[in-house]
C-alpha cells in the first residue's frame, strides 16, 4: 500500500475509511521517540484518546504509566500507537477492512522506528500482528517473530491494560509482560527510575 499521506511517522490527512473519518475528531498518531527500543501497539484511538491526540490516554493509559514505572520506564522511553489511528463509532472494534486501511502506516512506522520489541495490547493488536487466532490470557508474555514484508520483528503478546481494571487477576500478569518486554529491549530498570542501557 502506498504510504504518500505519511509525513514521517505521521498521517495527516486520510480518507480511507468513511465511519472512521465520520466518526473521528482528529487522527491520533503514535508517540515517543523515533528510534524507540519498545513499542506499544493498541487496537485504535477510544474518546479519550480521539480528544487528546495520543494513544492510551485515560484509565488504561494509566496502568500502562503505572507498570512501565515499575520497570523504571517513563512513557516518554517507548513509543505507543495504534493498529488504526481513527475513532471507530461506540468505541467498536475496527473491522477487518479498516485494520487493512490502516495496516501500510502501522508497517511504515515499525520499519522507521525499528523496535528491538514490538507488545501487541490485547486481542485486536495481537491478532492482527500474528495474522492467527490469539488466546491473550494464555499467550501473555510469550514472544514471537512476526514476520512484516521483508522484515522478521519480534513481538511480545500481552493482555490490554484495561483488563486489569475489570479482572484484578490480569494485574499480575499485565505488570509481569510489561516487565519482560523491558528486559527483552534492553531497557531493564536502572534502579534509579531512569532507563538503562548498561548491559549494551
Ligand atoms: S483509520 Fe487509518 S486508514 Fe482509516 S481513515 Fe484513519 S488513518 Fe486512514
Do not use: W
Not at 133 to 147: N, P, Y
Amino acid at each position: 500500500m502506498s504510504d504518500d499521506a505519511m509525513d514521517g511517522l505521521c498521517v495527516r490527512e486520510c480518507q480511507r475509511c468513511p465511519a472512521l473519518v465520520e466518526s473521528r475528531s482528529r487522527i491520533v498518531n503514535g508517540v515517543g521517540p523515533d528510534d524507540a527500543n519498545l513499542l506499544f501497539l493498541g487496537e485504535g484511538p477510544g474518546a479519550n484518546e480521539d480528544e487528546q491526540g495520543e494513544p492510551f490516554v485515560g484509565r488504561s493509559g494509566s496502568v500502562l504509566d503505572d507498570a512501565l514505572r515499575e520497570v523504571g520506564l517513563a512513557r516518554a522511553d517507548v513509543r505507543i500507537t495504534n493498529c488504526v489511528r481513527c475513532r471507530p463509532p461506540e468505541n467498536r472494534d475496527p473491522t477487518k477492512e479498516e485494520l487493512g486501511n490502516c495496516r501500510g502506516y502501522l508497517e511504515r512506522e515499525l520499519e522507521l522506528v525499528a523496535p528491538d520489541l514490538v507488545v501487541t495490547l490485547g486481542k485486536v493488536p495481537s491478532e492482527h500482528l500474528l495474522d492467527r487466532s490469539v488466546a491473550v490470557t494464555k499467550e501473555a508474555g510469550d514472544v514471537v517473530d512476526v514476520r512484516l514484508g521483508d522484515r522478521s520483528q519480534r513481538t511480545l503478546v500481552c493482555v490490554h491494560p484495561a483488563a486489569t481494571l475489570y479482572d484484578g487477576s490480569q494485574k499480575e500478569t499485565f505488570f509481569d509482560a510489561v516487565a519482560k518486554a523491558a528486559d527483552l529491549s534492553g531497557l531493564a530498570d536502572g534502579g534509579d527510575g531512569q532507563s538503562s542501557l548498561g548491559d549494551f
